[in-house]
C-alpha cells in the first residue's frame, strides 16, 4: 500500500472514530483495496463495518439493489452504477457514509465507448452522494492503485467538509 493512502486513512479513521460515524465499500474493479485501505489503521473496526466486492452485475443486483435496466442499458461502468452502488452499501451495510468503485482497469475489456481505464467512483452518505470518473490507462496495477488513491482522498475531502458542517449546526 502506498504511503499516501496510509496517511489518507488514517485521517479518515481519525475523523470517523471521533465523531462515531461509520463506512462500508462497494467495490467491483478495485477488488477490496479500498476497504483494504481503510482497515490498515489499527482500530478500524470501530467504524468500518464491510465491504462488499461485487465483482459480477449479479452481485451488484443481488446484494447492492443495483437496477437491472441500468446496467443492461449503461454497463456497470458508469456513473448510475457508482451511485447506486453507494445507495446499496449504505443500506446493506448500515453505515453512515460509503465508496463505490466500478469499472475497467485493463488490460482487456474495454471498449471505443468505454475504454480501459474508465473507472467511476461514488462516495457519500444518504443525503448526498458524488462521484468522480477517471479516464487514463497506466495499466492495470497503476489503474487501480490511483483508483483507490483518488477515493480515498475525494472521500476524506467529502468527510472534513460533511463534518465540518454538522459542527457548524452545533
Not at 465483482?55 to 456497470?76: R, S
Not at 460509503?98 to 482497469?105: D, F, L, Q, R
Not at 468522480?132 to 480515498?152: E, H, P, S, V, Y
Request: net charge negative.
Amino acid at each position: 500500500m502506498e504511503f499516501e493512502s496510509k496517511i489518507i486513512s488514517r485521517q479518515i479513521g481519525d475523523i470517523l472514530y471521533a465523531s462515531g460515524l461509520t463506512i462500508g465499500t462497494a467495490e467491483s474493479c478495485t477488488g477490496g483495496r479500498i476497504a483494504e485501505s481503510i482497515i490498515s489503521i489499527p482500530g478500524a473496526s470501530n467504524y468500518f463495518k464491510g465491504g462488499i466486492v461485487s465483482y459480477t452485475n449479479e452481485i451488484k443486483e443481488k446484494l447492492l439493489g443495483v437496477d437491472h435496466n441500468v446496467l443492461e442499458e449503461q454497463t456497470a461502468v458508469c456513473e448510475e452504477v457508482a451511485r447506486e452502488m453507494v445507495v446499496g452499501a449504505l443500506k446493506t451495510l448500515d453505515v453512515d457514509f460509503a465508496i463505490s468503485a466500478t469499472g475497467i482497469a485493463g488490460p482487456g475489456g474495454g471498449s471505443k465507448e468505454i475504454p480501459v481505464g474508465t473507472i467511476w467512483i461514488g462516495y457519500g452518505s444518504k443525503d448526498d452522494i458524488r462521484t468522480f470518473k477517471l479516464t487514463d490507462d497506466f495499466g492495470r496495477d497503476i489503474n487501480l492503485a490511483i483508483a483507490t488513491n483518488k477515493a480515498m482522498r475525494l472521500f476524506l475531502d467529502f468527510l472534513n467538509e460533511t463534518v465540518k458542517d454538522k459542527e457548524e449546526e452545533l
